[in-house]
């Protein structure tokens, strides 16, 4: 749920929530038997110093992460862009992983978060590869892909930021991206709810009432991106759903 855009938001879901497993004690096996032991120390760091904070349910779940480190060492991406970054985490997992000359636009309109996790990044010596936009991410596609350079320029984008504009964002990066480069969206099963409209979590707390709020519009993403016949497309229960999408045409 990463880079979503409302300040303030308050609750006590703790990172362990965001899986969908219906055993919390076999999630928690997966994190700490090959999520954890393999976490780079500077994301552990991140991971670590986001748990505090009113809106940590926010930021990429670390399962969810390595997947991503996975996806891009396979295409050999070296530029990205990400919608969404929050404190950095799923940001400084694709830094890691890009090579030394390997580039990441990065757009979020909340810079406040990201200085959470800025300390980090420079230690690991990674900043230079980013380059974060402040600003909603719509005009900066927009802008983006006023360069015919632009189109097809891309390996691979990761999407973790307000739901109603998954779709908007879709089509812009079925131009950036590259055929054969990959678009991962997050939080695509959405604690369940596109299943089950009931969410096991106190319908008095701000992230119910957000989930509720966005249930459909997930689930209209879903569809959409099914039914797109310009990508080959894998949805996975992880994190809190990742779906993968390989540009074809």
């Known amino acids: 749920m990463e880079g979503a855009s409302k ?51 926010l930021a990429t779940a670390p399962d969810g992460g390595q997947l991503m480190a996975l996806l891009l060492n396979l295409i050999h991406a070296k530029k990205t862009i990400e919608i969404g970054v929050f404190t950095g985490y799923s940001l400084l997992q694709t830094a890691l992983v890009l090579p030394e000359d390997g580039k990441i636009i990065a757009i979020d309109p909340d810079r406040e978060a990201y200085e959470i996790g800025l300390p980090i990044i420079r230690k690991a010596g990674v900043e230079h590869k980013i380059d974060l936009i402040e600003s909603p991410a719509l005009p900066i596609l927009d ?82 991106l099914a039914a797109d016949s310009r990508i080959q497309m894998s949805q996975l229960p992880v994190a809190d759903g990742v779906t993968i999408c390989m540009r074809l045409y």
Do not use: C
């Open 7 to 57: 300040p303030g938001t308050t609750t006590e879901i703790t990172q362990t929530t965001k899986g969908l497993l219906e055993s919390q004690e076999l999630y928690q096996y997966i994190l700490e038997t090959s999520v954890y032991p393999r976490e780079p120390e500077p994301l552990k760091e991140i991971r670590e110093a986001t748990a505090n904070h009113p809106r940590n349910f």
């Open 143 to 224: 802008k983006i892909l006023q360069d015919p350079k632009s189109e097809s320029s891309f390996d691979f984008a990761y999407v973790d930021a307000d739901k109603d504009n998954y779709m908007n964002y879709h089509e812009r990066l079925m131009k950036l991206v590259k055929v054969g480069g990959l678009i991962v969206y997050d939080n695509t099963l959405w604690q369940g709810t596109v299943a089950n409209s009931k969410p096991s979590l106190p319908e008095t707390s701000i992230l119910s009432q957000l989930i509720f709020s966005k249930v459909e519009i997930v689930k209209e993403t879903n569809k959409a």
